[in-house]
């Protein structure tokens, strides 16, 4: 199977983790963008090398997503380690093995613990668990690569403790620019839902209060839903089995030709087919279809169960992403939770690292209810406006700063100055990097011309200091010549080449350390 580039530089960059002798390493793709094909062709790496390797799910389906995909694309059968079923005697190199079954200490004691000497995570936000840690600290000399959707900041710092690093990580804006997923669009519903009274319990909303939430609008929504996708295969995600089976029901008297589905329907194969072959126009179901379920063309999302957790939030959306014939963009259908939780997942967060982008667009999106809306551009203009905010206040600092005397750069401005969103929405996530700075670090970033006080984590130093060594070969402006200039009144000198920075500071240098009357600083731009 041909490999798509992200793809084979994911693969590549798993194994220099390994090789580099960062055991326990993490690949992040969005769903849709073959994560099973890329830990396949990892898998068949390693069995070629000698290695024996466990594939570790949480589901069944997966398991068996996983076993038919590598033998799709290698020719390796597997062994299972499932309930009755054991690998032990079996001569296969590659075991997909359940969670559930492996985690009992009785079944783990079978196994030397150097029986495997890789494990692959499918699904690796579960591994924060403790019957994950248990395996895998029965299997301490093992390579671990976790693969997982896009994590939110929580999980990435969750998963930290678990894995040492991030090998590789393939956006959501990424996919859809370089067309391996269908565009997005986001459409705000003006329903407003009072969800004042919804409680929490393991990190997320209770789903029981949700739905008592949810019930009074679900006939408006159903009538809303007529208006925007009464012409669309659409997917329904809502909090509890019961409310998934009501909705369907409304939304059948509504004009739609709808089904539910749920972990107790005997039907359930037929009515997903049925579903895929155009019986019915809209699937209900209450959490069954996040994980181990394509049907590529599904062209709208509704997403009724609502969640703080963005890696769930991505996997309900993800149902809708993939390239399918005839189908130019995703719909996603975005209600107004009535809240004060700012936790709540919404179209901004498949999108935006930053969190005041997040806020800005999605009071952006409310703005525009009843219109569908690129969240490409929709996040580009937040962005757009969360910079003008920052460069404003960035102005009063920078004004404030001129008394001072320090030659060094406040990091702050710096980011600033160069618009670097790297280092604008850093969060430290893997163990060293939310240590304090090291004495070298301090000792080089104050050489390079930044002030190591202001500087709050290893994590954040690195990618400074990463980020000025990259700017110096692509012959950019030094941290150095951004502040004298910035100081003068100049503007955006973070985007200025080093040499035009530098022949206008000689000017000013010759001009008696004065800006040249034929300058005005605010509005100069220098010629390229």
């Known amino acids: ?134 395996i895998l600290e029965h299997f301490a000399g093992a390579h671990v690569l976790g693969v997982t959707a896009t994590p939110d900041r929580g999980d990435k710092q969750n998963l930290g403790k678990v894995f040492d690093s991030l090998a590789y990580e393939y956006t959501l804006p990424q996919a859809i620019h370089e067309g391996y997923l269908t565009p997005i669009r986001a459409l705000t519903v003006p329903v407003q839902i009072d969800f004042t009274h919804v409680g929490t319990a393991a990190g997320d909303y209770k789903p029981g209060d949700i739905a008592t939430a949810l019930d009074p609008y679900l006939d408006q929504i159903a009538a809303e839903m007529a208006k925007h996708c009464a012409d669309r295969k659409t997917v329904v995600f809502l909090p509890l089995v019961k409310t998934s089976q009501k909705f369907r029901d409304i939304l059948c008297q509504h004009g739609f030709r709808a089904a539910e589905v749920n972990g107790e329907s005997d039907d359930r194969e037929q009515v997903l087919q049925d579903f895929s072959d155009g019986k019915y126009n809209v699937l209900c179901n209450s959490m069954l279809l996040t994980e181990g379920w394509d049907c590529p063309e599904v062209d709208c999302v509704v997403v009724l169960r609502s969640t703080k957790v963005r890696a769930l939030y991505c996997q309900m959306v993800g149902r809708g992403t993939r390239l399918a014939e005839g189908k130019d963009h995703l719909l996603l259908l975005d209600f107004l939770w009535n809240t004060e939780k700012h936790e709540l997942c919404r179209p901004a967060c498949l999108i935006c690292e930053d969190e005041e982008v997040q806020q800005k667009m999605t009071q952006q999106l409310e703005q525009q209810p009843g219109v569908p809306v690129d969240i490409e551009e929709a996040e580009n203009k937040a962005s757009e406006d969360v910079v003008a905010d920052r460069e404003e206040k960035l102005a009063e600092k920078l004004e404030s700063m001129k008394k001072r005397k320090s030659k060094l750069v406040d990091p702050l401005q710096y980011e600033m100055s160069i618009q670097s969103r790297d280092l604008t929405g850093y969060v430290p996530a893997f163990g060293w990097e939310s240590s304090p700075p090291t004495d070298k670090q301090k000792k080089d970033l104050e050489k390079r011309g930044i002030n190591p006080d202001a500087v709050e984590s290893a994590g954040k130093a690195e990618q400074i200091l990463r980020t000025v060594a990259q700017r110096q070969i692509s012959g950019l402006a030094t941290p150095k010549q951004i502040r004298c200039l910035e100081k003068y009144g100049f503007l955006h000198v973070g985007g200025w080449s080093f040499d035009a920075a530098k022949n206008l500071i000689n000017r000013i240098a010759a001009n008696g350390w004065r800006v040249p009357r034929s300058i005005t600083a605010a509005e100069y731009v220098p010629e390229v």
Not at 12 to 39: Q, S, Y
Not at 104 to 112: I, M, T, V
Request: net charge positive.
């Open 1 to 134: 199977m041909q490999m798509r580039p992200y793809q084979q530089a994911a693969r590549e960059a798993v194994h220099r983790e390994w090789d580099e002798g960062r055991n326990r390493t993490l690949l992040v793709l969005p769903t849709g963008c073959g994560k099973t094909i890329v830990f396949a062709k990892i898998t068949e790496d390693e069995v070629r090398s000698g290695s024996r390797v466990l594939i570790l799910a949480h589901r069944g389906e997966l398991l068996q997503q996983a076993a038919d995909k590598l033998e799709r694309t290698s020719g390796l059968k597997c062994a299972v380690e499932k309930a009755e079923q054991t690998c032990l005697g079996e001569w296969y190199r590659v075991t997909v093995g359940s969670v559930q079954t492996l985690m009992r200490q009785k079944r783990l004691a079978q196994f030397p613990p150097d029986y495997f000497q890789t494990i692959i995570i499918d699904e690796a936000h579960h591994a924060i668990s403790g019957s994950y840690q248990v």
